[in-house]
């Protein structure tokens, strides 16, 4: 089968695509022939490195975590699927085995390729709804899990105001439509030339991304970009009691942010506390989180997604089709 392949550490200009062995699903796993699949930014951080001590890689290795398909083959004791079922969702490469839910680990071999195998018996993969393309799905999988669980921690209340930090990103995309749902107000941080698509989707208002422009008093932020540990000037954004998510690596702690008046959290829900696929699906399927997909490559151009995804701004998910 053709896959995006990573032969050593690097950036991605050093990715192939290149013919490997097709993977097999054993006890419990499924194999699945891939329509779609989106990057995130571990898949590239992976790749180049950055968790090598942590979590080394055996090369050759296939990046992706976010795919859709259709069900080709399935192990022993597989019961929630059969061959011929469309499905979407979140795996991890294995290497990341310790940060997977314990219990129901969401694991895969790597979606930028033809086929994939996926462990069957998790939250993070589901039936994929018929109202919902392979595109879509692929594209919101990591990003709408991720905005439910932004969503469901902070507890969102009406007239509240909210600093979303990275807003045209493909988490940014998922969660303001989740936080305008809520009856808050969002303040979004972009590209002058993604105000437009930010303000359909439900942004009140966007501003640059420099923090000095940040506004004073919001009662929530959601960091979805800068630095776990860089998170100081974002904190003085936020009132007195107020709340501070962030997704970002390395996890910050009360002093890093200089503020003990703040609700500090680092999200990071792969048991789907807040919602998994299922619940994705439905939404998306409703049309409350609608899929934002700033670029589009073939498996062949597999290897042009992965350079564009880091060294050009796109607004929403990359998306790579089969």
Do not use: W
Not at 20 to 41: D, E, F, K, T, Y
Not at 86 to 103: D, K
Not at 147 to 168: H, M
Not at 170 to 179: E, I, M, R
């Amino acid at each position: 089968m053709k896959a995006v392949v990573v032969n050593g550490y690097g950036p991605p200009e050093q990715f192939v695509v290149a013919d490997i062995p097709v993977p097999r699903p054993g006890p419990g796993q499924i194999q699945v022939r891939i329509s779609a699949a989106a990057l995130n930014p571990t898949d590239i951080r992976l790749a180049g490195g950055a968790f090598h001590a942590q979590a080394p890689l055996a090369f050759p290795y296939v990046p992706g975590n976010d795919f859709a398909g259709t069900v080709t083959e399935v192990g022993p004791g597989v019961t929630a699927f059969q061959v011929g079922d469309e499905i979407f969702g979140e795996a991890v490469p294995r290497a990341l085995r310790a940060i997977a839910s314990p219990t129901r680990p969401s694991l895969g071999t790597g979606s930028l390729a033809e086929y994939a195998v996926f462990e069957a018996d998790t939250p993070l993969i589901a039936h994929r709804p018929p109202a919902v393309s392979a595109e879509d799905a692929a594209a919101l999988a990591t990003a709408g899990l991720t905005a439910l669980s932004l969503a469901g921690i902070a507890r969102l209340k009406p007239d509240e105001t909210v600093l979303v930090v990275g807003a045209s990103g493909g988490v940014g995309t998922a969660v303001v439509p989740l936080v305008a749902a809520a009856g808050a107000r969002v303040i979004a941080t972009g590209a002058t030339a993604d105000a437009d698509v930010l303000r359909d989707l439900g942004a009140d208002e966007v501003i640059g991304y420099d923090e000095a422009g940040y506004p004073g008093g919001v009662d929530a932020a959601f960091n979805l970009v800068l630095p776990g540990d860089r998170l100081a000037g974002l904190a003085k954004a936020i009132r007195s009691g107020g709340r501070l998510l962030t997704i970002t690596y390395p996890a910050p702690s009360q002093e890093s942010i200089g503020r003990d008046d703040v609700d500090l959290r680092y999200v990071l829900d792969l048991d789907a506390t807040y919602g998994g696929m299922r619940e994705v699906g439905e939404l998306a399927a409703d049309g409350r989180l609608p899929a934002t997909i700033g670029g589009r490559h073939t498996l062949d151009q597999g290897v042009q997604a992965c350079v564009d995804f880091v060294r050009e701004h796109t607004i929403g998910k990359i998306v790579v089709t089969m």
